[in-house]
Structures are given as structure tokens and as C-alpha cells.
């Protein structure tokens, strides 16, 4: 499997992005697709995932309501919507790829076998 990231930039506070996370190479349904981003000075942390299976999410509590984690099945993408963006969400992005079947701890990074590259995420005025 392989991922590729992209949709990073600078965005003023209050703004929105789109990330995007293209998979390549996945076989089967079982999977789980995550956002963890990794803030200057901070260990690296999940931010939103969603199944393969049947489109089931899940979020960082502290990012319900600003972040929105979809997909399209034909394009084989993630999307992770970022929106009312502040300095804090400042990090470098990263998705990354897992199996799943509905058990498990989600955030745990070493249980995701595949990870793209990161993109920035600057939020500044």
C-alpha cells in the first residue's frame, strides 16, 4: 500500500483546508485510513480515521466539530476537512494506513503498517 498526502499550505486563522490522502494498492475492504499530525515540539497525535468497510469515523475529541474525515470509493481518497483553522493546528500532516475489523485501539500508530509523506499545515496570520 502506498499513500500520498497532499493539500498542505498556509491559511490565515479561521480558515479552511483540504487535505487529501490517495491510496494505491489496497486489496480489501478491512482497512482503516487516519490523519495524525505532528505539532513543532509535540508528539505526533490522531486527528480522524474512517473504515474501509462501511464508512464509519472517528475523531480526536478535541477536533469534533472543525475537522471532517471522508472519502471517495472511486478515487480511492481520503479527505480530511479542516476548518476555523487556528495557530494551534500548525503541524505536518501525515495519513496513514492500517487493517481493521472493527476492534482495536485506533490511535495507535504502530497498528498502521503504511504512511505517507506529511504536508504542512501552517495557520498564520
Known amino acids: 500500500v502506498q499513500l500520498q498526502a497532499s493539500g498542505g499550505g498556509l491559511v490565515q486563522p479561521g480558515g479552511s483546508l483540504r487535505l487529501s490522502c490517495t491510496a494505491f494498492?489496497?486489496?480489501?475492504?478491512?482497512?482503516?485510513i487516519g490523519w495524525f499530525r505532528r505539532a513543532p515540539g509535540k508528539e505526533r497525535e490522531g486527528v480522524a480515521c474512517?473504515?474501509?468497510?462501511?464508512?464509519?469515523?472517528y475523531y480526536a475529541d478535541a477536533l469534533l466539530g472543525r475537522f471532517t474525515i471522508s472519502r471517495d470509493t472511486f478515487k480511492k481518497t481520503v479527505y480530511l476537512q479542516m476548518n476555523s483553522l487556528r495557530p494551534d493546528d500548525t503541524a505536518v500532516y501525515y495519513c496513514?494506513?492500517?487493517?481493521?475489523?472493527?476492534?482495536?485501539?485506533?490511535?495507535?500508530?504502530?497498528?498502521?503498517?503504511?504512511w505517507g509523506r506529511g504536508t504542512q499545515v501552517t495557520v498564520s496570520s
Open positions: 474512517i473504515t474501509g468497510y462501511d464508512d464509519t469515523t
Open positions: 496513514a494506513f492500517r487493517s481493521w475489523r472493527g476492534y482495536g485501539l485506533i490511535w495507535r500508530e504502530d497498528e498502521y503498517n503504511y
Open positions: 494498492g489496497i486489496t480489501s475492504d478491512y482497512w482503516l
